[in-house]
């Protein structure tokens, strides 16, 4: 605004200026031109400057060439001739007739024989030594064939541009070729360009930096202007929409200034003058206070700033509410101003007294109702409760206060007896349901659900006849259920007692198969003990009955001592027939007591191989054995002895002369695994079924004329499962048999599948 007055007062006291204000818009507009064309020039003489700059370095680069290799041509010629060695020769040119400035500007010279071959070079260059000039010279074939004539050309030297010049020789040598990068002639030129290119870009920036910053601020000036109208615009507008007024009270000569929307709120005519203070006075309600009482206190300041709300007189005789705020202000010439506007707040004094009429609907309501009501807010802040619930949880007025923290309600309510949470699939998310038993025997089911905003109301309902009506229900049912429990029992109870008709019918049809086949083994084994009985007690009679009678002479006779060595093995074989019926029978009747104690197995694998090697060794039989040195077992020792010495009897008995046989014992897990295994005749695959069943013996051509019962390999599984073991048995005629059992070994861990030591012995 001031300056608009300023280029009127201009406008009119001074005509000329008018003209250069005129003139103005078409100057700026000007200006960006003018930097520009200044721009252009300056840029276009530099680049004059840089162009010529370049021809020159490139001529004088030139001419440099052409004279070195003039120079060389000449000191060629001037040698002795007597120096007719091409490598000394070209070695004195480059080191002596070359200019030493003319080396230090990136020079290569390159001197080569009759034959194109490089023979000499400057320093640094010498991988060119030995190499054809057109290979390291692209495009320089011209130079080796007119020399001088050709004059300088561009060429690539080491994958780069070069100048290039040559000059033939005479003597041994061929010519020689100068070379110079183009980066080393023009090397002063690029840093120049560079530069020139730098400070162009300087004050080019500058230049625009200083036109942008014209440009801004010009336009800043004009938005500016219309800004500052926009703003009155909008205010104005928002004032009017928003129902709100700005106003300016001059204390000191009692007028007040009002905006437009003012004027519109109270429904009178705008007007751009000022009111005066009985004017607006007489539009103030009488029970709001008077602006007299105002403007006392304001004048004494005591007051620097108000905030009330009042009412004033609309055109149709209606009384509006309006909220004032103002603060008061000094101006230049300390006059006090009160400055501040008022809202039209009818609607909401509206909305505040239906508030209150429904606050106190919902409280009566919730007076009235019979269950207990209580609302928290999202902070567990008690917001509402009704005397329903103050009465169940003993709660005086001062106890439930609004914002009282749950936790400290709590507190102070009754505890309830017991407590127990519902579930319902029906319930939504946020809510929850309990069943509360209070002191005085009556149960209340509380049910809680979580508001939108975060607060939550719990409603509690009297249940007690309901929870006395589940009861008896709850009765009849477990009286009901014990009826049919009852029954469920006598009919198990049934079940049970077939299932037991049926496994006792079941164990007696097992024990009776079990009798007829233990008969039925007992009268083979009678059938077979029939003839292992007579056999030897024959022998026993008829060679004691010949020694009595003398029949062969006196009994000093030869004869005599054979049929003593037949009685002799006769009675240790029925003796042996003997105690393995006597230790059968024992562990059938289970009268076989085992000990429990900790036994050496390899101790017990020794004795019994030194039991066996006498039979074996008649046999010429190879006793192969690998065990650990120490391996502890809990376990009966005359048992696990009686098991080795029976599987080892059985693998020499029925393993032909020559033969083999093995024990190994290894650790698996818990376990001790002791294999033995011959190459003897074998067992057919059907008779494995019935081996090592007592009284159960495999007959066929291979083993008839071994004598035996067959309690031996009955009695080695019966021990090794009364230890908690388990025997197999493997075979295959003709290839031999392996037998395998495991006893427990608590204290064994996990090892190799070989012992660790071994003890190799052969009989």
């Not at 003489?45 to 004279?67: C, K, M, N, P, Y």
């Not at 004691?544 to 030869?558: A, D, H, Q, V």
């Not at 020559?658 to 074998?682: K, P, W």
Request: aromatic fraction near 6%; charged fraction near 25%.
């Amino acid at each position: 605004m001031t300056s608009l007055l300023r280029r009127q007062r201009l406008r009119i006291t001074t005509p000329a200026l008018d003209r250069i204000a005129e003139l103005e818009p078409m100057l700026r507009s000007a200006i960006p031109y003018f930097v520009v064309a200044f721009l252009v020039v300056l840029a276009m003489a530099r680049l004059a400057f840089v162009v010529e700059e370049h021809d020159t370095l490139e001529q004088r680069a030139s001419e440099g060439l052409q004279i070195a290799s003039s120079l060389l041509r000449a000191e060629d010629a001037a040698l002795d001739a007597r120096t007719e060695d091409p490598t000394t020769r070209a070695q004195i040119l480059v080191n002596s007739a070359l200019p030493l400035f003319v080396k230090a500007n990136g020079l290569v010279a390159l001197i080569a024989d009759k034959g194109g071959r490089v023979v000499a070079t400057t320093p640094g260059h010498e991988t060119a030594l030995g190499r054809e000039i057109d290979t390291l010279v692209d495009g320089g074939q011209p130079l080796l064939v007119f020399g001088e004539r050709a004059g300088v050309l561009e060429v690539r030297w080491a994958g780069k541009a070069a100048m290039a010049a040559s000059a033939l020789l005479s003597g041994p040598l061929g010519s020689v070729v100068l070379v110079r990068e183009e980066s080393h002639v023009f090397a002063d030129w690029r840093r120049s360009v560079s530069l020139n290119v730098t400070l162009f870009c300087v004050t080019a920036l500058v230049l625009l930096a200083i036109l942008v910053a014209y440009f801004r601020q010009a336009t800043r000036a004009v938005a500016a202007d219309r800004l500052l109208t926009e703003q009155h615009q909008r205010v104005e507008t928002a004032l009017s929409r928003g129902r709100c007024g700005l106003w300016d009270w001059d204390l000191s000569r009692g007028r007040m200034f009002w905006s437009r929307s003012m004027y519109e709120m109270l429904g009178l005519a705008p007007r751009d003058g000022v009111l005066s203070f009985a004017e607006v006075s007489n539009l103030l309600h009488p029970d709001d206070g008077s602006f007299f009482e105002f403007a006392r206190q304001i004048a004494s300041g005591s007051v620097g700033n108000i905030e009330r709300s009042f009412r004033m007189r609309h055109v149709d005789g209606q009384y509006i509410w309006l909220r004032a705020r103002a603060e008061v202000v000094r101006n230049a010439d300390n006059e006090i101003h009160l400055i501040g506007v008022a809202v039209d707040i009818s609607e909401n004094h509206l909305l505040a007294r239906m508030t209150d009429e429904a606050n106190i609907r919902l409280q009566n309501a919730v007076e009235n109702i019979s269950e207990t009501f209580v609302l928290w807010d999202a902070d567990h802040r008690l917001v509402l409760c009704n005397t329903k619930y103050q009465e169940v949880f003993g709660l005086t007025d001062q106890d439930v206060r609004p914002g009282t923290p749950f936790e400290a309600v709590r507190a102070k309510a009754r505890r309830p007896i017991e407590e127990r949470k519902l579930t319902s699939p029906s319930f939504v998310y946020g809510e929850r349901a309990t069943e509360t038993l209070l002191a005085d025997g009556r149960w209340l089911q509380v049910s809680e659900r979580v508001t939108g905003d975060g607060s939550h109301v719990s409603i509690g309902t009297d249940v007690t006849q309901l929870k006395v009506h589940q009861e008896r229900l709850s009765d009849s049912e477990r009286r009901l259920m014990a009826t049919i429990n009852d029954l469920s029992t006598a009919r198990r109870d049934a079940e049970a007692k077939a299932r037991q008709l049926a496994e006792l019918n079941r164990n007696y049809m097992i024990e009776k198969e079990r009798a007829e086949s233990a008969n039925q083994a007992k009268t083979t084994f009678l059938a077979n003990m029939s003839h292992e009985l007579r056999t030897p007690l024959n022998a026993i009679i008829g060679f004691s009955e010949i020694m009595r009678e003398e029949s062969f002479g006196p009994i000093g006779n030869g004869k005599y001592t054979e049929y003593a060595a037949d009685i002799h093995q006769s009675g240790h074989y029925l003796l042996k027939l003997i105690n393995d019926i006597l230790d059968m029978s024992k562990i059938e009747a289970g009268r076989l007591v085992l000990a429990h104690e900790e036994i050496d197995l390899p101790a017990i694998v020794a004795e019994a191989i030194r039991i066996v090697e006498v039979p074996a060794h008649s046999k010429s039989l190879a006793i192969g054995v690998a065990i650990p040195d120490a391996l502890p077992l809990m376990g009966d020792r005359r048992a696990t002895k009686q098991i080795m010495l029976n599987l080892l009897a059985n693998a020499v008995k029925f393993t032909a002369p020559g033969g083999e046989v093995r024990v190994r014992t290894r650790l698996r897990g818990q376990h001790a695994v002791i294999t033995i295994v011959d190459n003897g005749i074998g067992i057919p695959r059907e008779a494995l079924k019935s081996l090592g069943k007592p009284f159960e013996q495999v007959e066929n051509e291979l083993t008839r004329t071994h004598k035996g019962t067959g309690l031996g390999l009955a009695i080695a599984r019966s021990l090794i499962e009364l230890q908690g073991g388990t025997m197999s048995i493997t075979s295959r005629p003709g290839r031999g048999t392996a037998v395998s059992f495991r006893l427990p070994c608590p204290g064994c861990l996990e090892a190799s599948a070989e012992p660790a030591a071994a003890l190799s012995r052969a009989a």
